[in-house]
């Protein structure tokens, strides 16, 4: 199993990129999101990977975080999406989108990811909603992780075009303070489903809030109404 390609990008297709990994070049299919995150030709990236085996085709797809590797895995579990379908779902919503759109019962985000029609996104939404507050609760612990340009192995790029970093970070961070207001809700004792439809709503209201902020208001929405 291939997990993670690091090298230089060699070509930069409408779907995918190929990446030179000493001498050895691996076509990775990626997201629009991801794809436009990456840098350019001759420079250095790094992508974890999830390699889709089917009798007469091997592919790579490539994503810039393990939270949104952990979701496309999880939305090829439902029935009619693959592995192209959860791309797109992820190009369009992200990891954290596509985690706030399915534990609020979203149906239409879900649907607004290009070929994906009414009743696969109600079935994605209906299949993954009691799943989704254990991904966002792994989100904690991914984000522990370092951001793929921090640990890149690839050897450095030319010095005439420094590698510039993919905005990947504050994505992760927003799905660490998910994840992180998520745990201290259940902790004090709230429901999981009601707890994740809480922070799943406030982070959609407020992306630019910490955890303690995602907290404070996740609260209010569960506070009894007098």
């Given at each position: 199993m291939i997990g993670k390609i690091s090298g230089r990008i060699d070509w930069r297709g409408p779907d995918h990129v190929l990446i030179d990994v000493r001498g050895v070049g691996y076509?990775?299919?990626?997201?629009?999101?991801?794809?436009?995150?990456?840098?350019?030709?001759?420079?250095?990236?790094?992508?974890y990977t999830e390699l889709v085996v089917r009798e007469d085709l091997l592919q790579l797809f490539g994503f810039p975080t393990m939270l949104e590797k952990e979701w496309h895995r999880l939305l090829t579990t439902?029935?009619?999406v693959g592995a192209k379908a959860a791309m797109a779902i992820l190009g369009t919503l992200g990891a954290e989108g596509a985690a706030r759109a399915i534990t609020l019962g979203d149906a239409r985000a879900i649907q607004a990811a290009p070929g994906i029609g009414p009743k696969i996104a109600q079935?994605?939404?209906?299949?993954?909603?009691?799943?989704?507050?254990?991904?966002?609760?792994q989100g904690a612990?991914?984000?522990?992780?370092?951001?793929l340009d921090e640990v890149i192995e690839a050897p450095a790029p030319a010095p005439a075009r420094p590698a510039r970093k993919a905005p990947a970070a504050p994505v992760v961070a927003r799905a660490a303070y998910s994840a992180d207001a998520l745990s201290a809700l259940l902790n004090l004792?709230?429901?999981?489903?009601?707890?994740?439809q809480a922070v799943a709503q406030v982070s959609g209201e407020a992306p630019?809030?910490?955890?303690?902020?995602?907290?404070?208001?996740?609260?209010?929405?569960?506070m009894p109404k007098s």
């Open positions: 076509i990775v299919f990626v997201s629009d999101r991801t794809l436009a995150a990456l840098p350019g030709v001759g420079e250095a990236c790094a992508l439902v029935q009619g079935r994605v939404v209906l299949e993954l909603k009691a799943k989704a507050p254990m991904v966002m609760a612990a991914l984000h522990s992780e370092a951001t004792g709230y429901g999981q489903s009601d707890a994740a630019e809030a910490d955890t303690a902020e995602l907290i404070r208001r996740a609260l209010k929405l569960l």
